[in-house]
Every structure is written in C-alpha cells, then in structure tokens.
C-alpha cells in the first residue's frame, strides 16, 4: 500500500499535464517506455533489499558493493530525492487546492508539509493508517477517470506525436517521475515482518498494479480532453471530470487529488527521514539525526530536518524542473544500484537471496544491465538547467563523503 501509494500520487496527478505537451496523444506509450526501465531497477532493488534489509536501503547497498564514500554520495542523492520529490507534490497539492479556495499553491504546500511532519512525529501505525486510506481514495479516483473516459476511446489518434519519438522519449523521462516510488519501499525494511521475503514482494506488486492504472488512465485522459487541452492544465484530472461528469465531477476529482497528493507527500516525509535516520546509525551522518524519541519512538530530528529542506525547494516554484531535478539525482543512484547488483554477484556469490532477478547469462542478471543502461539513456533526455543542478548537487555529496566519518 506505501509503494502504491507514492507511485500514484507522486508524478500522474501532478506531472500529466507537464508530459502532455511532449508525448501529444502517444502519453501511453511514454508510460509504458518508464515502466518498463523502472521495472529493471525496481527488480535490482528486490534483489538487494532481500540481502540487506536496512533503513539505510541504497546506502548500505552502495556500501556493500562498491565503497562508502560512493554510498555516502548515494544517500546523499536518495534523500535529495525525497525532498525535491516531496517538494515538487506538495506544490501540485497546491495547485488542485487553488481550484477549490483562493491560496497560493505554496502556502498550501507549506501548510501541507507542517502538518505530515507532526503526524510523522506522532508514530509510524498512525502514519501507516493514513496512508492506508489515503492510497485507497487515490486509487479509486484513477479508476474513475478510467471508466468514465471509456465511452470515449478511439475518439483521437493515440499515435499523434508532436514532437515525435523524441518527445515520446523526453515524457518518458518526465514521466518516471510517476513511477518512483517503488524505491522507497525498501526504507521501510525495519518497520516490516520478514522483510526478506515481503519487501521484494511489495516492490513488484506495487509496480504491476501502478502500471496497469496508468496505462488505462493515459488512454482515458487523452480521449477525453485530448493532449492540447491537457497540455494546458494545471489541475488536469479535476479539468479531466468536469469535461465528461460536469461541475460535480470535477470537484469530486480535485478533492481525491488533494488526498492523492498529500498521501504521496507523507510516504516520501517517512522514506527521506528513515534513510537519514539509517545513514546516521552508521555514523555517516551527524549521530542526532538518529535520535528517536522516548515516547513515540519516531526519528523526530530526521523528520524535522527533511521536512524544513522540503519547505526550501519549495521556493524553487517550478513543478516541471523539480521533477526533472528529482530525476537527475534518481537517474544516476539508480545507476550504482544496477552496478551493484553486478558487482555483488562476483565478489559475494556466498551470500543469501532470498529473492533472485530472473533471467541471467551464467551469474549475469540482464535485466540489471538493461536497467543500468536505460537509466543512462533517459539521464541524457533530462533538461540541461536540471542535469546542471543534479551534478551541483553530486558535487556537493562528493565533498561531504570526504568529510564524513564513520
């Protein structure tokens, strides 16, 4: 329910517009190009979480394979990745929010980010519970959007291509941003039974149930409104329900929107503060980041501090290059997490695996080297002003991995 939860909530209710553009009426197809590279990593991370189910996920993955320092850099990365990915939501969170009260989006975000913090703080079963039903509402709004758009199907052409396979590509890029979440599963390997064994599992059902929603909204969205309209909305499922239910509809949608983007918000808060949390058990980060408190046993100063770094991107105000930024720093961890699952197989053979990639070539798994080089790929169709920052804030991570004690 966690990995579904972000997934759906983090890039398809906030980024459909933003694709739009790029992709024309072929969005499906740019859904179905990210899902197919995320599928590759998502099947990497099954493997490694089996190994080593850890809060620290990517850092002690990186670590086991190649070095610390090139998992400080790693974890580095990942948390960057929760707060822009958090940032970037709450601000689509705004957005619908701008539909139904007259409040800028970034007071919304704010607000919204404050009030996941204290939730957070006060235990993960609470937390947990809100998700639950949050992924739930979010989840039956997608599917609405897919049944009411069926009467429309085949009213355009699905292969109507602006800007062609390139743009088809270049959504694509964007559009793994619908798709992360997966990842973040792996944060919570401590808070799980058998870990092992259900971790793996969640990813890849998690994945499959997103994908198939996807896909049917994409062809439902396009045949309602088409891309040209939806290239132009900021709250597009809401303008998606107006145009096929009327007023009605779209404030129905607008209002599961809001839960959809406040529930991805929430479980991107909890994924950024477990993996400071973790990186501090390990003394990779300063060790106050991992005090829990007494009474509610939550890592109350990790919280604290993701959420504040949430609220500074925020200021960045750019939905599409906060997601495009996002995915610099998800591109290249995603890179050294395929690496490592190449790299362990030779030099840790002995160890256990509990959950094994499929399809290998004598102890080469391919689908890590497809999705290592895909993420190569898609790293490249990024837009230059985000892959600038994403290497600014490498950089940054480089310095502090050599600073860092552990």
């Known amino acids: 329910m966690s990995g579904i939860g972000i997934i759906l909530g983090a890039g398809i209710y906030a980024l459909m517009g933003e694709a739009?553009?790029?992709?024309?009426?072929?969005?499906?197809?740019?859904?179905?190009?990210s899902s197919v590279v995320a599928a590759f990593t998502a099947l990497s991370y099954g493997e490694l979480?089996?190994?080593?189910?850890?809060?620290?996920?990517?850092?002690?993955?990186?670590?086991?394979?190649?070095?610390?320092?090139?998992?400080?850099?790693?974890?580095?990365?990942?948390?960057?990745?929760?707060?822009?990915?958090?940032?970037?939501?709450?601000?689509?969170?705004?957005n619908y929010l701008a539909v139904l009260v007259n409040i800028p989006p970034i007071v919304s975000a704010i607000g919204l980010l404050i009030v996941l913090s204290l939730l957070l703080f006060i235990g993960i079963k609470?937390?947990?519970?809100?998700?639950?039903?949050?992924?739930?509402?979010?989840?039956?709004?997608?599917?609405?959007?897919?049944?009411?758009?069926?009467?429309?199907?085949?009213?355009?052409?699905?292969?109507?291509?602006?800007?062609?396979?390139?743009?088809?590509?270049?959504?694509?890029?964007?559009i793994f941003f619908a798709y992360l979440g997966f990842e973040e599963i792996v944060k919570l390997s401590e808070e799980t039974n058998e870990p092992?064994?259900?971790?793996?599992?969640?990813?890849?059902?998690?994945?499959?149930?997103?994908?198939?929603?996807?896909?049917?909204?994409?062809?439902?969205?396009?045949?309602?409104?088409g891309w040209e309209v939806l290239a132009n909305?900021?709250?597009?499922?809401?303008?998606?329900?107006?145009?096929?239910?009327?007023?009605?509809?779209?404030?129905?949608?607008?209002?599961?929107?809001?839960?959809?983007?406040?529930?991805?918000?929430?479980?991107l808060l909890l994924a950024g503060?477990?993996?400071?949390?973790?990186?501090?058990?390990?003394?990779?980060?300063?060790?106050?980041?991992?005090?829990?408190?007494?009474?509610?046993?939550?890592?109350?100063?990790?919280?604290?501090?993701?959420v504040l770094a949430a609220v500074v991107f925020l200021f960045v105000g750019d939905l599409e290059f906060l997601?495009?930024?996002?995915?610099?720093?998800?591109?290249?961890?995603?890179?050294?997490?395929?690496?490592?699952?190449?790299?362990?197989?030779?030099t840790s053979p002995e160890l256990k695996r509990p959950f094994r990639i499929p399809l290998n070539i004598k102890n080469i798994p391919l689908l890590s080297v497809f999705g290592l080089l895909t993420c190569i790929i898609l790293l490249t169709q990024?837009?230059?002003?985000?892959i600038i920052l994403g290497i600014i804030l490498t950089v940054v991570g480089v310095v502090l991995a050599f600073l860092s004690k552990e």
């Open 20 to 33: 739009a553009p790029l992709a024309g009426n072929a969005l499906w197809l740019s859904f179905i190009i």
């Open 49 to 94: 979480s089996s190994m080593f189910p850890s809060a620290a996920a990517e850092y002690e993955y990186v670590k086991n394979a190649i070095g610390r320092r090139v998992a400080f850099v790693i974890g580095w990365l990942i948390i960057l990745s929760a707060v822009i990915s958090s940032s970037a939501v709450a601000i689509g969170f705004g």
């Open 126 to 174: 609470e937390s947990a519970w809100v998700a639950i039903i949050f992924t739930s509402i979010e989840a039956l709004g997608l599917l609405i959007i897919f049944v009411i758009g069926v009467p429309y199907w085949g009213s355009v052409n699905y292969l109507e291509m602006p800007l062609g396979i390139n743009g088809v590509m270049a959504a694509a890029a964007l």
């Open 196 to 225: 092992n064994r259900n971790i793996p599992r969640a990813i890849i059902l998690a994945m499959i149930i997103s994908t198939v929603l996807y896909i049917l909204v994409s062809f439902s969205s396009v045949s309602i409104l």
């Open 233 to 267: 909305s900021q709250a597009p499922f809401s303008q998606i329900a107006n145009a096929a239910l009327g007023a009605n509809g779209g404030f129905l949608l607008t209002i599961i929107a809001l839960f959809a983007t406040s529930n991805t918000v929430l479980l």
């Open 273 to 306: 503060s477990r993996i400071v949390y973790g990186m501090s058990k390990f003394r990779s980060l300063p060790r106050i980041l991992g005090k829990v408190h007494h009474r509610t046993r939550t890592p109350w100063v990790s919280i604290v501090v993701v």
């Open 323 to 346: 997601a495009s930024a996002n995915n610099y720093t998800l591109f290249l961890s995603f890179i050294f997490i395929n690496a490592s699952v190449l790299i362990l197989r030779y």
């Open 382 to 386: 990024l837009n230059l002003d985000a």
